[in-house]
């Protein structure tokens, strides 16, 4: 039979099977690209937080430092607070002690000069001058020196006890403001400690919740990429498998196409044969008889008239009566066209028949070109092994009916398996 010039056909629709795939992988692609630009910059940001993270630490061993060295300043400055309240205890007993020697010296000088003043008869210089020897005078005398002496040396440890309390009470202020300053001082030290500790606690668990972050974006950066890796790999398993099935139907279409070329001349010279036979035969064969002309038909004599008129005188050269026709044989009528065959589809919608034919084949059921043919691509074997035994040897050779009839119980048993890009662009599975 004359093979149909379906080339443009089936190559534009290979280039629509092609083209998105090929859409498809550059989308792949591009996902992947995107998703590794992505996992370098998470990547960058973890040693960048981690980086921050390891100076973090290394400020708070150095504040760690610093606090040992501020506990060590801060207890020697509270061994010197210790030191100086028990100096300033001592200096207060001191003050205490020369007060009260103060307080008496002040008192006996009082308490004398009273003593003179109420008893002025009987003072040490009158008795002097009322001695009536030298003896008595001069022991009368060194009497009141040495009572002036005393008076003036009472005087003197009286004011020197005064000076040395003033020392000490200035001492004392001194003591006290020291430590004053030394307890501030500690006061800030501890302040700033604490304030440099949580700053380092506060940075430190910020960083570590941005690396726990991180640290999961790029576990899931990771499994994306994974999957789109493997989903390229589909795409490309697909595409070689798609690729070596075309160079088979390739293959077969050129080992059909040369059988039937084959065929087709051996038919052409066997109908030369024929058409010399033939000639042969008419050559060789004697020439008909002519066909007896069929009588004339007779004409129905005339009824007697009463007066018949005298006839003409006939022509000396009649001309013959034509010959009759003969009637033409009957046509044949037309046998009337067989019923097509009710169509088994298995439960399923014709339409989709049509829609997967159309994928398939662009919708021709009489496709012959590479390994599968047929509206619904059969392969050779699986269509010897699905349809009945009176179909015929291949399903482009088979009615739409037929080939239906045997898809659907292929499907029932398969499912859309067989027919893996058609079912899944059309939305069967």
């Known amino acids: 039979m004359p093979r149909r010039p379906i080339t443009l056909v089936v190559v534009a629709a290979m280039a629509l099977v092609v083209m998105p795939s090929l859409a498809g992988a550059q989308t792949l692609e591009d996902e992947l690209d995107r998703a590794q630009d992505e996992l370098a910059s998470t990547r960058g940001e973890i040693d960048a937080t981690t980086a921050a993270l390891s100076d973090v630490r290394d400020r708070i061993v150095q504040i760690d430092d610093d606090l040992a060295d501020a506990q060590d300043h801060l207890a020697l ?55 009536t020897t030298a003896d008595a005078a001069a022991d009368k005398a060194a009497n009141v020196a040495r009572v002036a002496d005393n008076d003036r040396a009472e005087a003197e440890a009286a004011e020197a006890d005064e000076q040395a309390l003033e020392v000490v009470l200035d001492e004392l ?7 004053g300053v030394r ?12 304030a440099d500790l949580d700053e380092a606690r506060r940075l430190r668990d910020g960083l570590a919740a941005r690396t726990d972050e991180l640290s999961g974006d790029a576990g899931s950066l990771q ?11 589909d795409r490309e398993s697909e595409r070689l ?10 293959e077969e279409a050129a080992a059909r196409a040369a059988a039937e070329a084959a065929a087709e001349e051996e038919a052409a010279a066997e109908e030369a044969e024929a058409v010399a036979a033939a000639a042969a035969e008419v050559t060789e064969a004697p020439a008909p008889e002519p066909e007896p002309e069929p009588e004339p038909e007779t004409e129905p004599e005339p009824e007697p008239e009463p007066e018949p008129e005298p006839e003409p005188e006939p022509d000396p050269d009649p001309e013959p009566a034509p010959k009759p026709k003969p009637k033409p044989k009957p046509e044949p009528e037309p046998e009337p066209e067989p019923e097509p065959d009710p169509v088994d589809t298995g439960g399923i919608p014709m339409s989709t028949w049509d829609a997967l034919a159309e994928c398939e084949s662009n919708g021709q059921w009489d496709l012959n070109i590479g390994l599968y043919d047929g509206g619904l691509q059969f392969h050779p074997t699986t269509w010897n092994r699905w349809k009945k035994s009176s179909y015929p040897a291949y399903a482009w050779q088979a009615s739409k009916a037929q ?6 119980r292929l499907q029932a048993d398969q499912g859309w398996a067989p027919w893996p890009f058609c079912t899944r662009h059309l939305g069967l599975r």
């Open 173 to 179: 202020a001194r003591k006290k403001g020291l430590m």
């Open 77 to 131: 400055i509270e061994a010197e607070l210790d030191t100086l309240e028990v100096e300033t205890a001592g200096l207060a007993e001191d003050m205490f002690a020369l007060q009260d020697q103060a307080e008496a010296s002040r008192h006996r000088i009082t308490s004398r000069a009273r003593t003179l003043y109420m008893h002025g008869q009987t003072a040490p210089m009158l008795a002097m001058f009322e001695a």
């Open 183 to 194: 307890s501030q001082e500690a006061a800030d030290v501890r302040d700033a400690i604490e």
């Open 223 to 233: 499994g994306e990429i994974a999957t789109i890796v493997q989903r390229i790999e």
């Open 403 to 408: 080939q239906i009839e045997a898809a659907s």
């Open 241 to 250: 498998q798609r690729e070596l099935a075309e160079q088979q139907r390739r």
